[in-house]
């Protein structure tokens, strides 16, 4: 399954002022060991064949962590949020946006990327797998032109899956996507940074990972927990959210502030009330310092992400609130209508039991005067 890509020119370097960070924030804090199969996903318990299942390493930078989000998480339908999947490149103006859009009748995915802006191979596969109409799971690229991405065909027969050929995890990337029913996220960051996950909470492999994020995986792996994404963004940073919460470690400045912001109020439509933005469920970063932050009900970005891009995930939003206000007051107006139907059936079962049971008892009255007439 693997396919080659041309590896486009590095890209520039982010700064440590871009995303706010300090000198003492971008101490290396990683396993400088590469390491597979720790353990698999279906909540199974760690055998201990593997010994402690992360390497030693040194101690992670400081985190910043949020409490369990509502029972909403990854709940696709009841939000917008979690049917966006946004990756960001050099640029806020180099993205790859795919979004799972619903009528509450019908389903469709629309995939849209800038020019340029993501690995030319994988944007090859990506128009093949449109013109086939297969349907895109799980999507990647990195800075240095790696890439992966996963998909079904229509029937949900089938599954798919490219890579980079030159990735450095491409043996266990082949071996992983044997298995049909098997969910990979792969997640790649800058300095040759990558994680694998399989299924809910299995830990496929990693390199240069942050020690922070190693531990928390590994806690929701040993908790059954069940992770959403994981992100490994720019200067070292990254982000994971999942079912204890969310989690960022060396993330600063504008996209920190909104990371940690709560209790956010958004405006669904001119002239309706303003409803609570919802949790934070992901978070894209380019190298640039670029940011945009996607919540259950909205988002927020950065001045420097392209304003097309900001135009269209705010209309995908407001289009998704349309759609499930209409869907629920269809449901209503259903829910009413079929009330209504049954209140009236009841009403002429309850008058024909009752003009029933009066004939039946005035015949019952006739013989009984009959009986006693004839007795006379």
Known sequence: ???????????????????????????PTHSPTMVFDLWTDDKAPNNGSHGDPFL?????????????????????????????KLLLGRTGADFLLLL????????????????????????????????????????????????????????????????????????????????????????FGDEGRWLILQ?????????????????????????????????????GAHFIADSQGSQWAGLGGEVAAELARRGDKVCSAPGEPSIAAGEVLDVAVGADGSWVVLREHWFRASASVAAPLRERLGRF????????????????????????ALREATRVSQQMRKSGGGAVGGAAAGGAAAGGGGGG
């Open 199 to 235: 299924g809910h909470n299995g830990f496929c492999g990693a390199e240069h990972v942050a020690a922070g994020l190693q531990k928390r995986i590994r806690k929701l792996h040993d908790a059954k927990g069940t992770i959403g994404v994981v992100r490994l963004l720019p200067g």
């Open 100 to 187: 799972e859009e619903t009528d509450g009748a019908a389903h469709w995915q629309t995939r849209s990327w800038s020019e340029g802006g993501v690995p030319a191979a994988l944007a090859a596969k990506l128009e093949k797998m449109r013109t086939k109409n297969h349907h895109v799971n799980e999507v990647s690229f990195g800075a240095a032109g790696e890439w992966f991405v996963h998909g079904v065909d229509a029937g949900g027969t089938s599954t798919f899956s490219w890579w980079d050929s030159a990735f450095a995890a491409s043996r266990q990337l082949r071996k992983w996507t044997a298995l049909p029913e098997s969910r990979l996220h792969v997640a």
């Open 317 to 340: 939003y407001l289009e998704q609130r349309a759609r499930r206000a209409a869907a629920h007051a269809y449901e209503r107006g259903a829910r009413e209508a079929t009330a209504t």
């Open 1 to 27: 399954h693997c396919s080659s890509a041309p590896r486009p020119e590095q890209p520039r370097r982010i700064t440590p002022t871009a995303l706010g960070l300090t000198r003492a924030s971008l101490t």
């Open 56 to 84: 030693a390493s040194p101690k992670p930078r400081a985190q910043q962590d949020r409490p369990p989000a509502p029972p909403s998480l990854g709940r696709q339908g009841s939000s917008a949020g979690p049917m966006v």
